[in-house]
């Protein structure tokens, strides 16, 4: 099957602009999974997603970080305005039945 | 709340040797999961282990297995005969089940580098 597709893969971006990122998961998995890592930190989640509506967004800061994922299947993360210290690793994972999660290959968002 | 900790940043072992990376984790979750992933330098998770809290034998994928004590809230990683290619940065990390029995998110663990030798 295939894997779960992200796109860009990587974005330099100057601080204030907008950046989007996108997120295809394994084709019928419900739950879909935004995570930021930041240089020599392990993943932190930022949104969770089941089918198209929100589990947990706790962690995403909302005055500038967004995320949909209408129909269910594919999702765009943005973040508008960007700082400094959005700079990291955006990993998409999706996951179907017991512990089955499937990572992309992330997209590296330098923020200048 | 949960927490993962994995107190090793780095290690380093000779090829064809076994090394073990440490996990230790916080819940007051009575039924969760414990998983271990590989990140190599290109960026990508890769899954490697899992254990069940309620398992009694501890989970082994080929050169991988993983000790789990629960008691003391242990899920160590152990790699034997270690090959160059293993050189990565290993996480540790867990998910509470939910009501209905499925995992939620994954909780990480700040990760151990591994370096192999020749």
């Known amino acids: 099957e295939a894997g779960v597709a992200q796109s860009p893969r990587y974005k330099i971006i100057e601080k204030r602009q907008s950046v989007a990122f996108w997120c295809n998961p394994i084709s019928g998995h419900a739950t879909l999974y935004w995570y930021q890592q930041i240089l020599g930190q392990g993943p932190k989640l930022l949104i969770q997603f089941q089918n198209n509506g929100v589990v947990d967004d706790s962690q995403l800061p909302k005055d500038r970080f967004s995320a949909e994922r209408l129909k269910g299947v594919d999702s765009t993360l943005k973040i508008q305005p960007a700082k400094l210290e959005d700079s990291a690793v955006y990993l998409c994972?999706?996951?179907?039945?017991?512990?089955?999660?499937?990572f992309g290959s992330g997209t590296r968002l330098t923020v200048v | 709340a949960q927490k993962i900790t994995q107190t090793q940043p780095g290690m380093f072992v000779q090829e064809k040797e076994a090394v073990t990376l440490d996990c230790t984790y916080d819940?007051?979750?009575?039924?969760?999961?414990l998983f271990w992933y590989k990140q190599p330098s290109s960026g990508e998770m890769i899954f490697l282990i899992y254990q069940g809290s309620y398992d009694e034998q501890n989970a082994t994928e080929g050169r991988y297995s993983l000790n789990f004590q629960k008691a003391r809230k242990s899920a160590n990683l152990v790699i034997s005969a270690s090959q160059l290619g293993d050189s990565a940065m290993y996480f540790c990390?867990?998910?509470?089940?939910?009501?209905?029995?499925?995992?939620?998110?994954?909780?990480f663990g700040a990760g151990t580098r591994l370096a192999v030798h020749p």
């Open positions: 994972a999706s996951k179907g039945n017991n512990y089955g999660y499937t």
């Open positions: 819940t007051s979750d009575q039924s969760y999961g």
């Open positions: 990390a867990m998910s509470p089940r939910g009501i209905s029995g499925g995992y939620n998110k994954l909780i």
